[in-house]
C-alpha cells in the first residue's frame, strides 16, 4: 500500500484593474477585449480573469 | 493545458535548498533564485526537457518583469506576484512562467526556465493592469 508523500502544486491567479475606471467600466472592458470574468473583488476593485490550480509531482511513500 | 516544474527548475529548488554543486546545469548560486516572471503567447506546451522559453518552438510576443516583491512565504506556499502595466504585454497570453535570474537576463532563449502554466487565454489589453500570482506549494502528507 502506498499514500502520496509530497504533493507540488501550481496555482495561477489573474486579475485586471484599473483604478481610473468604475468596477461596471472594468467589467466590460474585460469583456470586450474577450475574457472571462471569473469572479469580481468590489473591495479590491479588480476582476479575477484567469485561474489554474494543478499538481505537478506527487511522489508516494509506503505505509 | 498544463503546469510543471521544468528539470532545470527542479534541479534550481534542490541546489539552493541544499547549496549543492554539480558538474553540469544549476548549481548553487545566491543570486540566481526565482525572481522574474515572464507571459508569452506561444501555444507550445511546457515540456520537462525545456531550458528557456523557446526551447520547444519560437515565441513571438514576450514579457518579462521583476516579482513585484520578494516573495512571502505562507506555510508551504511560495506566491510569485507580477504586475503587467497597462502600456505592456498587450497580446493574448498563453503562458506564464518563472525564471531563476533578472529581468535583464530573462530572454526568450536564456536557460533560466524554473516552471510554468501553459494552454492560457488571457488576452491584455491597454485598457487594464493585470496583476498575476504563482503559486508553488509543497505538500507533504
Known amino acids: 500500500m502506498v499514500k502520496a508523500g509530497l504533493k507540488m502544486e501550481i496555482e495561477m491567479v489573474a486579475w485586471a484593474s484599473n483604478p481610473d475606471l468604475t468596477l461596471e467600466e472594468l467589467e466590460q472592458k474585460v469583456r470586450d477585449s474577450g475574457n472571462e470574468v471569473l469572479e469580481i473583488d468590489k473591495e479590491g476593485n479588480r476582476i479575477k480573469i484567469g485561474y489554474v490550480r494543478q499538481p505537478v509531482l506527487t511522489m508516494e511513500r509506503p505505509v | ?12 529548488i534542490g541546489t539552493q535548498a541544499s547549496q549543492s554543486t ?12 526565482i525572481q522574474t516572471m515572464s507571459v508569452d503567447d506561444s ?4 515540456a520537462a526537457g525545456d531550458t ?3 526551447t520547444g518552438g519560437a515565441v513571438t510576443n514576450e514579457y ?3 516579482l513585484t516583491s520578494a516573495p512571502v512565504r505562507s506555510g508551504q506556499t511560495h506566491p510569485h506576484i507580477m504586475t503587467i502595466p497597462t502600456g505592456s504585454g498587450n497580446f493574448t497570453i498563453r503562458r506564464i512562467a518563472l525564471h531563476d535570474d533578472t529581468a535583464a537576463n530573462v530572454l526568450v532563449g536564456s536557460t ?4 510554468g502554466v501553459d494552454g492560457q487565454t ?3 489589453t491597454s485598457d487594464f493592469t493585470m496583476t498575476i ?5 509543497y505538500t507533504s502528507v
Open chain 2, 133 to 137: 500570482t504563482l503559486n508553488l506549494l
Open chain 2, 64 to 66: 518579462d518583469a521583476a
Open chain 2, 122 to 124: 488571457l488576452t491584455k
Open chain 2, 43 to 46: 501555444t507550445v506546451a511546457f
Open chain 2, 22 to 33: 554539480s558538474g553540469a546545469g544549476p548549481t548553487y548560486n545566491a543570486a540566481r533564485h
Open chain 2, 1 to 12: 493545458m498544463a503546469s510543471i516544474i521544468v528539470n532545470n527548475g527542479l534541479q534550481r
Open chain 2, 52 to 54: 528557456a522559453l523557446n
Open chain 2, 112 to 115: 533560466t526556465l524554473v516552471a
